[in-house]
Structure formats: C-alpha cells, structure tokens
Nanobody, 121 residues
Framework: QVQLQESGPGLVKPSQTLSLTCTVS??????????WSWIRQPPGKGMEWIGA???????YYNPSLKSRTSISRDTSKNQFTLQLTSVTPEDTGVYYC?????????????WGQGTQVTVSS
C-alpha cells in the first residue's frame, strides 16, 4: 500500500514562504494515472484543495491560491513539494498530501497524517 508523509517547518513567519515535502513509499509518483495533491484545513474550517502534480509532472492549482502556489517533484527521491509564498496567519492550518486516482481511480484514497503549520511572528 502507498504511504505518504508530510514534512517541513511547523512555524513560518508572515510574508515568508511555506515549504513542505511529501515523501511517498510503496508506489511511484510517476505511475499512471495518479495525481499527487496538497490539501489544507484551517482551524474550524473545511478542507481546501491547494493543487496537484500529475504522474507526468503537469501541475494544477486552486485558482484562489494559484498566484502564490508552486508544486514540484523530485522523482529520484519519490517526493513532491509545496511552496506557498507571502503567507499570512490565514494560511495557518493542517496540511495534508494525498494521492488522487483521477477520473478512473479512487479519489483521494490515500492520505498522509497531516502536519500543522502555523503562520505567526
């Protein structure tokens, strides 16, 4: 079974860049036809999809966050990363990485445990 684990700093200062890494084991991030997503949940609010990178390296972003978001991958390490620039306290929340099977597979069937990120000075 595929396993995902988030890692990165738990505290980020306003105006700086939030950077997280998702390490995948038990499956390759280049396997067709999976999409590798970042999702977040602010305290007391619902889930918000941030964006994804496909098995081929194509990226997709939530329009509300697109201008500040960059998702990339390192296939040699079987990792994909999230960078969110110019963060504010509203970016505080639990950040998850997940595998999405796309239209022909199980949607968001595998998740990491999540990691708390706090934006504060």
């Amino acid at each position: 079974q595929v396993q995902l684990q988030e890692s990165g700093p738990g505290l980020v200062k306003p105006s700086q860049t939030l950077s997280l890494t998702c390490t995948v084991s038990g499956g390759s991030i280049t396997t067709s036809y999976y999409y590798w997503s970042w999702i977040r949940q602010p305290p007391g609010k619902g889930m918000e999809w941030i964006g994804a990178i496909s098995y081929s390296g194509r990226t997709y972003y939530n329009p509300s966050l697109k201008s500040r978001t960059s998702i990339s991958r390192d296939t040699s390490k079987n990792q994909f990363t999230l960078q969110l620039t110019s963060v504010t306290p509203e970016d505080t929340g639990v950040y998850y990485c997940a595998r999405d099977g796309g239209a022909s597979g199980r949607p968001f069937g595998s998740w990491g445990q999540g990691t708390q990120v706090t934006v504060s000075s």
